[in-house]
């Protein structure tokens, strides 16, 4: 795969294929970075990459200057993936090691940009967990957005959070900004 743009714009990265993830595809990156950089400028914002399988969420950030890209992922073999593709390419980066379920009970960081693409087989119940944490504990303020990847029957209209949504193929896109008073 390929980093879209930015200062790593074209460099390939080989994900090894005993990575049991579905990565985000090119065609998906390439419209959502499109949407992003419509909405946010990325010069020295915060990102947290929740469920990172191989971290290329996190990359394109990085690539376009973020100043701090934080991983999650529980997968050991993804976890030392992220961590030798993010030393490679000289990132300021964490990588914390945690189930996400059992993660957030103690955690207080905050982001401006916040990305999950979690397994599609998730149930309606473990996406608004997701939803509703992130909302309520990570993002840094009302200009902070989330967006969950989901496999594409699932809508969260109902969600007064939600902004915007985008379909590609069987991804979905769910946009949320946290609104004053929450």
Same mark, same amino acid.
């Given at each position: /795969?390929? *980093?879209?743009?930015? @200062? ?5 990265? $080989?994900?090894? &294929? @005993? ?7 090119? #065609? ?10 419509? /909405?946010?400028? +990325? ?17 394109? =950030?990085?690539?376009?200057?973020? &100043? ?5 992922? &529980?997968?050991?073999? =993804? *976890? ?9 390419? @000289? *990132?300021?980066?964490?990588?914390? %090691? ?7 009970? !103690? ?7 916040? +990305? ?8 309606? !119940? ?10 309520? $504990? =990570?993002? &840094?303020?009302? $200009?902070? #957005? +989330? ?7 699932? %809508?969260?209209?109902? !969600? ?13 896109? %769910?946009? +949320? ?6």
């Amino acid at each position: /795969m390929k *980093i879209i743009s930015g @200062k790593f714009g074209g460099r390939s990265i $080989n994900i090894p &294929k @005993k990575l049991l993830i579905r990565p985000t595809t090119n #065609i998906c990156r390439h419209a959502l970075f499109n949407i992003l950089t419509n /909405m946010i400028t +990325f010069d020295d914002i915060k990102v947290l990459d929740i469920f990172s399988g191989s971290g290329f969420f996190g990359y394109e =950030c990085a690539s376009r200057g973020a &100043k701090q890209i934080d991983f999650l992922e &529980k997968n050991f073999d =993804c *976890i030392k993936f992220i961590k030798t593709t993010s030393l490679k390419l @000289k *990132i300021n980066h964490i990588v914390f %090691s945690k189930d996400f379920f059992k993660f957030v009970e !103690n955690f207080t960081n905050t982001y401006d940009l916040v +990305f999950a693409d979690p397994p599609y087989k998730f149930d309606d !119940n473990k996406y608004q967990t997701i939803i509703n944490y992130v909302l309520n $504990n =990570c993002l &840094k303020n009302d $200009n902070g #957005i +989330f967006i969950l990847e989901h496999y594409k029957k699932y %809508s969260f209209s109902e !969600n007064n959070n939600l902004f915007d949504e985008r379909s590609y193929g069987d991804s979905k896109f %769910s946009f +949320f900004k946290k609104k004053s008073g929450i």
